[in-house]
């Protein structure tokens, strides 16, 4: 029997975490800190998207759980989509992150990332509103030389950032 138990004071953690596992025939218990907890991190979030939740809905399915279904976007043109994109994400990102809440997302293969990809890492690592976020990444330095917007990626984020630190192994 494959049993998890959930335990977080967010109730938007949990209910990601839970709706991942379920996917994967875990039977999951959820333990949060209660509804007050999930309607402070719902409006946040609310707010934080707009009437473009369903673009973070889109990516993150288990979020409609917590803000409900959120009606489609306007249409954009192609690099009018990928800015607004990039622009929610941040600020959905940095509505779920507190002091007490922070957020660390690990990354691997990043070699193999397409330039949309590591442009989207690069609004958030580079965003100087966000705080309590931790991103780290990997990558096969053989293979990176291969993918041209890696080293471009790499470059931009030790000249704007002042606290980058790369680990060889």
């Known amino acids: 029997e494959r049993r998890i138990l959930v335990v977080d004071d967010s109730a938007l953690v949990a209910e990601a975490v839970k709706a991942k596992l379920e996917a994967s ?22 707010n934080a998207v707009g009437s473009n939740g369903r673009l973070i809905t889109d990516i993150i399915p288990a979020l409609e759980r917590i803000i409900g279904k959120q009606p489609k976007p306007q249409k954009l043109s192609p690099m009018e989509a990928r800015n607004r994109f990039n622009y929610l994400f941040q600020k959905f990102v940095r ?6 809440n922070p957020l660390i997302i690990f990354l691997d293969d990043l070699q193999w990332a397409d330039r949309a990809s ?25 293979e990176a ?14 000249r704007h950032k002042a606290e980058t630190p790369f680990l060889a192994l």
Do not use: H, W
């Open 25 to 46: 025939n875990y039977d999951v218990s959820v333990a949060y800190s209660g509804e007050e907890a999930l309607e402070k991190r719902r409006g946040a979030i609310l």
């Open 95 to 100: 509505s779920i992150t507190t002091q007490e």
């Open 118 to 142: 590591l442009d989207l890492i690069e609004a958030v690592m580079l965003d100087s509103e966000l705080r309590n976020v931790l991103l780290i990444g990997a990558f096969r330095s053989i």
């Open 145 to 158: 030389r291969e993918n041209p917007f890696l080293g471009e990626f790499l470059e931009n984020i030790t």
